[in-house]
């Protein structure tokens, strides 16, 4: 008996289980996808999954900017 019978061939979520939306850049701060492509995810075509897997990694540096953190909040 093998586990073919579940698999799927599909592309896998890019979810890592870190799903908390960024408020300025409007992406998940885990998986770095925008609602709609999470939202969408299962009703996307394995190609449109593809494209959007391969514009994550450049919006990694969406979230790189700091907020000010205490500073911030201080004003100086």
């Known amino acids: ?4 019978v579940w698999k799927r061939n599909e592309i896998d979520s890019p ?14 701060i885990g998986c770095h996808r925008t609602i709609d492509e999470i939202a969408g995810w299962g009703r996307m075509t394995p ?3 593809r494209e959007v897997m391969a514009e ?10 700091r907020r000010g953190g ?7």
Do not use: F
């Open 1 to 4: 008996m093998t586990d073919n």
């Open 15 to 28: 979810c890592i289980k870190i799903c908390t939306v960024h408020p300025e850049a409007r992406i998940c």
């Open 47 to 49: 190609e449109r999954r």
């Open 56 to 65: 994550l990694p450049g919006r990694s540096a969406l979230l790189r900017q």
């Open 70 to 76: 205490r500073a911030g909040r201080l004003g100086g």
